[in-house]
């Protein structure tokens, strides 16, 4: 699978999706990673590392933003059909986005933003009719 943080291995994907089926009408971000870190464990004398926290936010919410974009562009060359729609981005949050627990400050900060993002992102490709929403299991 494509790495989801890389624009040339994303697009490469949605390409061969796109040529196999004709057009991309629906994209669902569902790929992600976490980690249960203390941001200080005083026990250990030990910091969160900001490499991890960063992994994380990466991976989580800068690759779900990158499918997101790329897809988009795809999307809005489709015909729409009679509601005017164009296309559908599904994506995966948390209840961590709201609820996290010890340890998950990167991963709820991830799934937070990709909730915070949403409704932004929703508007801007509303006028194209392209549909865009997060889902929170847990």
Do not use: W
């Amino acid at each position: 699978p494509p790495q989801v943080t890389s624009p040339q291995e994303v697009g490469a994907a949605l390409a061969v999706a796109q040529k196999k089926f004709g057009r991309l009408d629906l994209a669902v971000n569902c790929a992600g990673i976490g980690i249960a870190v203390k941001t200080y464990n005083s026990k250990k004398d030990k910091v969160h590392d900001l490499e991890d926290f960063q992994k994380v936010i990466n991976v989580n919410l800068v690759g779900t933003f990158n499918v997101i974009r790329l897809s988009a562009q795809l999307m809005s060359h489709n015909k729409p059909d009679a509601d005017g729609h164009r296309g559908l981005v599904v994506n995966t949050a948390s209840v961590a986005a709201f609820e996290g627990q010890v340890g998950q400050a990167a991963y709820s900060a991830s799934k937070g933003g990709i909730v915070g993002m949403t409704l932004p992102i929703a508007r801007d490709l509303a006028p194209l009719g392209i549909r865009v929403v997060t889902i929170a299991p847990g």
